[in-house]
T-cell receptor, first 109, second 114 residues
Framework: EDQVTQSPEALRLQEGESSSLNCSYTVSGLRGLFWYRQDPGKGPEFLFTLYSAGEEKEKERLKATLTKKESFLHITAPKPEDSATYLC??????????FGQGTTLQVKP | GAGVSQSPSNKVTEKGKDVELRCDPI?????LYWYRQRLGQGLEFLIY????????KSGLPSDRFSAERTGESVSTLTIQRTQQEDSAVYLCASSSASDSQPQHFGDGTRLSIL
């Protein structure tokens, strides 16, 4: 059964304190891994797509990486405005997007 | 260009009533999806439309749930005889194709069943 697990569930950082969020997946044929950001009361906002192991994508303070079993979202020198829930999702051969439960990040000034 | 638009943004109704939720996808997007997000939980797939193909209804939790889409435009999700466990945020997403393209989400309809 396709499964996506994110850790930790919650993360508190001081402004400027770099860290990483983890997304582990078990799918029948990975066709794409997606990272989204979700703010309270809003829909998920697309950040990155990764298609193959070894691929990396960057956007401002965020960098996403992918291996055959997991993906990491690295946050470098975070700011309070980076506070949000970060969702990982994978497309498998079933043709459906399977979401993890998310990591809620709080960055304190 | 405009993003995915959902209405209403909030809906409060009594148990047993029917509700209809609307989604306007991004123009030109052939694929449209509905998800349910319960408080503090992940997104749960409900239904998927791709062009004129038969929809994938495998995620609908019961026969009280149904959805329609006309061509590649507006979709409506209908919940009949609502129950308290139907309370959730209902999110709609669209993408340019079904195969491995990112989905773009609306801000959802927050449904509360009294």
């Amino acid at each position: 059964e396709d499964q996506v697990t994110q850790s930790p569930e919650a993360l508190r950082l001081q402004e400027g304190e770099s860290s990483s969020l983890n997304c582990s997946y078990t799918v029948s044929g990975l066709r794409g891994l997606f990272w989204y950001r979700q703010d309270p009361g809003k829909g998920p906002e697309f950040l990155f797509t990764l298609y193959s192991a070894g691929e990396e994508k960057e956007k401002e303070r965020l960098k996403a990486t992918l291996t055959k079993k997991e993906s990491f979202l690295h946050i470098t020198a975070p700011k309070p405005e980076d506070s949000a829930t970060y969702l990982c999702a994978v497309y498998s051969n079933t043709g459906k997007l399977i979401f993890g439960q998310g990591t809620t990040l709080q960055v304190k000034p | 260009g405009a993003g995915v638009s959902q209405s209403p943004s909030n809906k409060v109704t009594e148990k047993g009533k029917d509700v209809e939720l609307r989604c306007d996808p991004i123009s030109g997007h052939t694929a449209l999806y509905w998800y349910r997000q319960r408080l503090g939980q992940g997104l749960e797939f409900l239904i998927y439309f791709q062009g004129n193909s038969a929809p994938d209804k495998s995620g609908l939790p019961s026969d009280r749930f149904s959805a329609e889409r006309t061509g590649e435009s507006v979709s409506t999700l209908t919940i009949q005889r609502t129950q308290q466990e139907d309370s959730a945020v209902y999110l709609c997403a669209s993408s340019s194709a079904s195969d491995s393209q990112p989905q773009h989400f609306g801000d959802g309809t927050r449904l509360s069943i009294l």
